[in-house]
């Protein structure tokens, strides 16, 4: 059941259970897949000890997204895994039709153009016309939808073509379900680059299908404690936490264009109520000085990337003591 809300009750939700739950790992195909991709190569994982020293805590990383597979953001890793299944049974030239607020429609359009395939690609009004001139760079079609995320996402729905959408409903599972898939290789990956279990890893959430791809991993084999990000102007997860059930809320303007999502992915939904250890809803002006202080260290995150930073920030003196920790960057900076 899906209800609206207008309130946040509070601005972070808690649940320490969330440790003991575990679901399946993700196939280890993908891994494989994203290595064979000619402009693969893993991502930074970046040691900031001045940061570590500011929040108490042994070891802090960030987890540096800002160029990956040629890309500014995280999500060519989502659309490449799922444009190649989608790519098995295709015949002849399709479409990939999408909605965005900015980098997973501009991902889709670079995986369809370099396929030799076409993009149409759906954007809320809100969006800056920087990233939507990227997606034009593409050589997608981009049509300005006068609402919000997912005022975008129904028009994509009923545009027809190949939908590559990374939110899900029911009878729309299996693509996000690929896209959550792709994601995991970013998880592999920090395993790979630390010496140990990071103790949490904060997380950026929009409509949630990055986090359930950071909750597979982790909790198919680990006690890691996973916090989740949201601009306080769109919690929709934070709220659904809260109500116990899937919520969509109203979205406001915020500079986390990428996180600007009124209702969570309801294929994501159980692993966000069963997974996550935390949400915490954070500001503008905090994830502002997240975005500076992180340029000054020589991590160039844009403000969905920052949000990590600025998150922990916020809940820091409820999380006792930490020995290491992962802040997930999912953007550069525009």
């Not at 790519?87 to 990939?96: E, H, P, R, S, Y």
């Not at 898939?181 to 990055?210: A, N, W």
């Amino acid at each position: 059941m899906i209800h609206a809300t207008r309130t946040l009750s509070s601005m972070k939700f808690s649940r320490p259970a969330a440790r003991s739950w575990r679901c399946p790992p993700a196939p280890a195909e993908v891994r494989d897949f994203h290595a064979g991709l000619p402009d693969y190569a893993p991502t930074p994982l970046t040691e900031l000890p001045s940061l570590a020293a500011e929040l108490g805590i042994g070891r802090l990383f960030v987890k540096d997204e800002s160029s990956r597979l040629g890309l500014p953001a995280f999500k060519a890793l989502g659309a490449s895994w799922a444009i190649h299944r989608l790519l098995k049974d295709a015949n002849g030239q399709v479409t990939f039709t999408t909605a965005t607020d900015g980098n997973h429609g501009r991902a889709v359009a670079r995986l369809a153009r370099l396929n030799g395939h076409r993009a149409h690609v759906f954007v809320p009004d809100t969006v800056p016309a920087l990233a939507i001139d990227a997606i034009r760079r593409e050589n997608a079609q981009v049509t300005v939808v006068d609402g919000t995320y997912d005022d975008a996402v129904a028009q994509a729905a009923r545009a027809g073509g190949v939908l590559v959408q990374d939110m899900g409903w029911p009878g729309y599972e299996q693509v996000p379900a690929w896209i959550v898939e792709g994601y995991g290789t970013l998880c592999h990956e920090i395993d790979e680059q630390l010496p140990s279990e990071p103790d949490l890893v904060v997380i950026p959430v929009g409509v949630g299908s990055f986090a359930q791809a950071v909750i597979t991993h982790y909790r198919s084999y680990s006690g890691t404690r996973l916090l989740a990000v949201e601009p306080d102007t769109a919690a929709c997860v934070l709220q659904s936490l809260q109500a116990g059930e899937l919520t969509t809320v109203p979205t406001g303007d915020t500079i986390m264009a990428g996180l600007n999502c009124g209702t969570p992915s309801a294929t994501s939904w159980p692993y966000l109520s069963n997974g996550l250890d935390g949400a915490v809803a954070i500001s503008d002006d905090d994830c502002t000085k997240a975005v500076e202080d992180l340029h000054a260290l020589g991590v160039h995150s844009g403000p969905c990337g920052a949000a990590s930073l600025a998150g922990l920030r916020a809940v820091r003196a409820d999380l006792g003591d930490l020995d290491t920790v992962v802040l997930i960057s999912t953007e550069g900076r525009p």
